[in-house]
DNA sequence: GATGAATGAGCCTTCATTCAT
DNA sequence: GATGAATGAAGGCTCATTCAT
């Protein structure tokens, strides 16, 4: 994907195609909210990041509403499409399956400040609009049941004999839990530390198949 | 502690002890952050839930910035007055100590669907505002340490070999994320259950201490 | 009725009564309309014709919607009080009734050019907002069964053959339309010019009852 | 006259002369200001009912303010021929020629509900623009010259003694008065019963030529 | 203490207008 | 000729804050 112009450019070009436009919109969206959080979000705020006036942001998306909603669709497709790639690339055991997805999670072109940041703006509001709940993580009901299908087959393959639903969800909450540190804590631990607080877990849940480090 | 009068009382007694008037607000407070979110908490609607005007707010906290700054720092006492209780009569071995905590995190009055809310919002809200950061779960350097001593003498006592600093973030987060969970689902499963999952993760990793169901 | 402060005080006092407040601002509205027409009345130009901030009139009539919506009440209410007080005192004839009927439309406190310009401004928009048009002139019902009636009694009492709801609209046309022409014109003529064209017309259709001039 | 293609057509030709697409935009304003009204008369709204681009319509009128002056122009010129037309063809008789101009005033092709509502949402505003209260009814010299004209007349040849100026205006505001019942009521009568109304002046005020029912 | 009128900064949104294609 | 992206002024509205009562 070329990266869009935003804010690096002085005078991004006039005329973008209506998809890149969208696009860059969205990024400086994302970016916005990393910086001010959800609340103070202004529609300017964005355009100011974007290099462009605020009437072009409405123009391509009629609404504050709809440019946030919009917003979090493409971090969910984006999330999405992260997993679903490093799913279809490990291959057919559930180990190799386990590995990759929590790997992907720690993707660094996932794992930005940025988009967590604004993933965490979304989760703070989500509680109190039905429109953005459906679509925060934890309801992601295709993920869930994939990775559900993992841990269960952990336990015919392997031996184990952990509850698939509640381990599955042990380890989607592992993995958000610590994605709460990286956007919360003042001085947050490295990247590299978060996916190893992980992996203790799976080492713990599946002893012989996740003994070393990461 | 006793309960402030809130909106369960049609007319509260004009004149109220002023420490008893700061705690409805701040009652009031939680329960409007946990309805409309951060964003949305205004204090006309803050004072409507408490059953006054508006103006009076001001009056007790000056700004709203400081309303929502002390509604923090009441929700961090709390919590640290219900683990440090819980501990306290823990006696002193670890594993119970760490029974204690646990268990203490899903206390029915703590682990309230409004305190719940009221800490998610200002999570979403943390992240681009110092000022809360500070107050915020992880950041309770007092509780960390408290944990990892925990984890350490699990190790010397009963012999374990785990991480203190990654263990017991990994217990933490496994918490928090369970936490999250109970907000962020459009239809969360119980609170015991949530419980049961955090269990699942202390038997995997302290084996000969967290065998049996919670 | 005491007149409000208006923009004739340059510091009106702080405080006002909730009524005066909002008539003040009402008749505001209604100049404010007169000189700039519907389409340019802002909430700041009646704030400032009115010598107050724009938030009050919101404080007030929580919409500008709201706002228009009770002036046109006001200006119907005003109008009606007009011509009820005016038949009250009127008499029992009939013909009596029709000269107290017109002599109060020409009334000085009502058929001002302000007034009739708000009227106008409102006629203007009534046509694509049904909620003003029920409140305009002409769907006025209380007031053309009335003057239907005087009309049908002058037929009675008097030997003249119109049809009723013919004529009574006929004689209530006729004042409609010198109003407009008042507000209309570039240079209008005399309110007595106008009051005297409607006398013209009431005296073919009642030769013997509306001779003089008026 | 040509009609233009207006909203009718999916797909006008790409390619219109210049007067038939400054028509075509004159008719969808008029039509537009019949729906909306003067103050949500917006220029996408008149280039959507035309089924063109908003920049045509800058690029025909290169402003709004003139789209609209030319709109009221095309009105105006309009009226003129239409009553023109009648005139000429009404022979020299006093009696006949106002006849045909009332019967004018109400032919089908003049006395539409859209061209009224454009009409009326003009009124609405001329009174605040000196631009449009020239070219407003009651201020077209050459009409009102012409029909006292004509009423002078009446009283020279036929023996009538009205004034004329103060006659020829409460015809002319007969007729407006009707049609801004038809405007603003929310059930108007029929067009003939309007008409008969005017008639019922006439025959009043000239009892020997104005007998018969429309 | 308590109320609520009053203010004004700042937001979202509309829309006329410009201009590159 | 024609389109539609882009701009920016201005409007309605929300809301924290001030202040007279």
Redo the contacts between chains.
């Keep these: 994907m070329t990266e869009p112009a935003l804010q690096t450019d002085p005078r991004p070009p006039r005329t973008l195609s209506k998809d890149a436009r969208r696009t860059q919109l969205i990024e400086a969206t994302i970016s916005t909210m990393?910086?001010?959080?959800?609340?103070?979000t202004t529609l300017t705020a964005v355009a100011r990041r974007a290099g462009l006036s605020h009437g072009l942001v409405l123009f391509h998306f009629h609404t504050k509403e709809n440019l946030l909603s919009e917003t979090l669709d493409h971090l969910s497709a984006e999330y999405r499409a992260n997993w679903q790639a490093a799913l279809a690339s490990a291959g057919d055991r559930p180990e190799a399956q386990l590995e990759a997805l929590v790997r992907a999670d720690f993707n660094l072109s996932i794992c930005t400040r940025d988009r967590l940041?604004a993933w965490?703006?979304?989760?703070?509001?989500?509680?109190?609009?039905?429109i953005y709940?459906?679509r925060?993580?934890?309801?992601d009901d295709h993920y869930n049941q994939m990775l559900e299908g993992i841990c269960a087959r952990m336990n015919t393959v392997h031996g184990y004999a952990?509850?698939p639903a509640?381990?599955s969800?042990?380890i989607?909450?592992?993995i958000?839990?610590?994605w709460?540190?990286l956007?919360?804590?003042?001085t947050p631990y490295p990247t590299q530390?978060a996916m190893?607080?992980?992996w203790?877990?799976l080492s713990?849940?599946y002893p012989r198949h996740f003994q070393t480090r990461p």
């Design positions: 990393a910086e001010f959080g959800y609340s103070r940041a965490c703006a979304f989760w703070g509001e989500s509680q109190s609009r039905p709940q459906a925060c993580g934890s309801n952990h509850d509640r381990v969800r042990l989607r909450i592992s958000e839990g610590v709460l540190d956007m919360t804590m003042a530390e190893a607080t992980v203790l877990g713990a849940l």
